[in-house]
C-alpha cells in the first residue's frame, strides 16, 4: 500500500518552518546572497508522476551543483567508460570546491560532483557538442517537459567575477593536461551550468529517470542504460554531499545531490524522487533544512536503499 506522501511532507514541513532555521546563505556569489532565506519548498513526483508538494515548489532558484548530475548524465551517455580515465569515482572527503588533492592525484578529480570534477565534465561537453550550452538546456528541458528552463546569467557573471578556485583548478588540471580547452571558456560553461534556475516540481520529475533504470517513465525514453544510471547513483550515494557524503547517506539513506543555491534531490529508485530547497547552508555547504527534510521523511516513511 502507498503512504499518504502529501499528508507526510505537509506535517514534516509544518514542524519544520516552526523550528529554527539554522546556517547561512553563500555569500561568495553575490548574486546568491540576495535571496529570502525563509524561502522553503518541496516536492516529490513519483513514476505514475503522481505529484506531493509543500511550500515554494513552484518557485524557481538557482540550482547550481545539482546540475552536475545533468552534464554528467549527458556527457557520460556519450564517452561510455573511457569518461572514467579523467575523473575517478571516489569520495573526496573535502569540500567541494578544495584544490588539495588535486597534485597527488596528478589532476585526476576524485569524482565529477566536486567542482574539479565538473570543470572537467564541462570541458569534455565543450569538446563533444557544437553548442555545449544549448544542447545541455534542450537536454533538461526534454527531461522537465517543458521549455521553461534557463541560464540565469545575472548569476552565471556573478559567479564568473568571483571564480578565483575555480580557475585555479581548472588551470592547474590544464598543467597536467586533463582540460583540452581554454581555461576561460571552460569556466564559462561551467558557470552558466551553475546559474540554471529550476522549481522543486520541475526537478523531482527530471531526475526520475534515475529512479527508473534510465528511462523517463512517461515518454518511456531510455536517456542512460540501467547499468550506467546503478553507477550514477552510487555516486550521487559516495559522493553528492562532498565531505558530508557519509552523513547524508546515514541520515537519510538515499542518493542525492546539493548544492549551493539550497537544494537537495533524491532519488528512491522504482519509486520516486524527492526535491527539497531552503537557502540557508550548514558549514559544509548542505542546506540545513533540506537535510533535516529527508532525515525526518525518510525516517516517517521507513523508506531508504538500506
Ligand atoms: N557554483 C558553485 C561553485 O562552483 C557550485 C558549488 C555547489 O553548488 N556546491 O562554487
Not at 499518504?4 to 547561512?24: M, P, T, V
Not at 519548498?41 to 509543500?54: I, Q
Not at 533538461?140 to 567575477?161: G, H, Y
Request: aromatic share 10%; net charge negative; charged share 25%.
Amino acid at each position: 500500500m502507498k503512504l499518504d506522501y502529501q499528508n507526510i511532507i505537509s506535517k514534516i514541513y509544518a514542524d519544520l518552518i516552526g523550528k529554527e532555521n539554522l546556517g547561512k546563505v553563500p555569500d561568495y556569489i553575490p548574486e546568491l546572497a540576495c535571496i529570502d532565506e525563509n524561502k522553503f519548498g518541496v516536492n516529490l513526483t513519483d513514476l505514475e508522476h503522481n505529484s506531493f508538494g509543500a511550500g515554494d515548489f513552484k518557485q524557481k532558484f538557482s540550482i547550481q551543483s545539482i546540475s552536475k548530475v545533468f552534464a554528467l548524465s549527458f556527457v557520460y551517455e556519450k564517452l561510455e567508460e573511457k569518461l572514467w580515465e579523467r575523473v575517478d569515482v571516489e569520495p573526496s572527503g573535502n569540500a567541494f570546491n578544495s584544490l588539495v588533492q588535486l597534485e597527488a592525484d596528478n589532476g585526476i578529480p576524485r569524482n565529477p560532483f566536486i567542482n574539479a570534477g565538473a570543470l572537467v565534465i564541462c570541458d569534455v561537453l565543450l569538446e563533444i557538442c557544437e553548442n555545449p550550452k544549448d544542447e545541455l538546456l534542450t537536454f533538461i528541458r526534454n527531461l522537465t517537459e517543458e521549455d521553461d528552463v534557463f541560464f540565469n546569467e545575472k548569476v552565471a557573471a556573478s559567479e564568473m567575477q568571483n571564480s578565483f578556485r575555480n580557475a585555479g583548478m581548472c588551470n592547474y588540471m590544464k598543467s597536467f593536461g586533463n582540460i583540452k580547452n581554454k581555461p576561460e571558456a571552460v569556466i564559462e560553461l561551467y558557470c552558466h551550468l551553475c546559474s540554471i534556475e529550476m522549481t522543486c516540481k520541475q526537478l523531482s520529475k527530471s531526475f526520475l529517470y534515475l529512479a527508473n533504470e534510465g528511462k523517463e517513465p512517461s515518454t518511456k525514453k531510455q536517456i542512460l542504460s540501467s547499468s550506467k544510471v546503478k553507477r550514477i547513483n552510487a555516486i550521487l550515494l559516495t559522493c553528492g554531499f562532498y565531505d558530508e557524503s557519509g552523513e547524508f547517506s546515514f541520515l537519510v539513506g538515499l542518493p542525492g545531490k546539493s548544492g549551493v543555491g539550497g537544494g537537495i534531490i533524491a532519488i528512491y529508485p522504482q519509486h520516486y524522487c524527492i526535491a527539497v530547497w531552503s537557502p540557508k547552508l550548514n558549514l559544509k555547504g548542505n542546506s540545513y533544512r533540506g537535510m533535516k527534510f529527508l532525515e525526518e521523511f525518510t525516517t516517517q516513511t521507513g523508506e531508504s536503499i538500506f
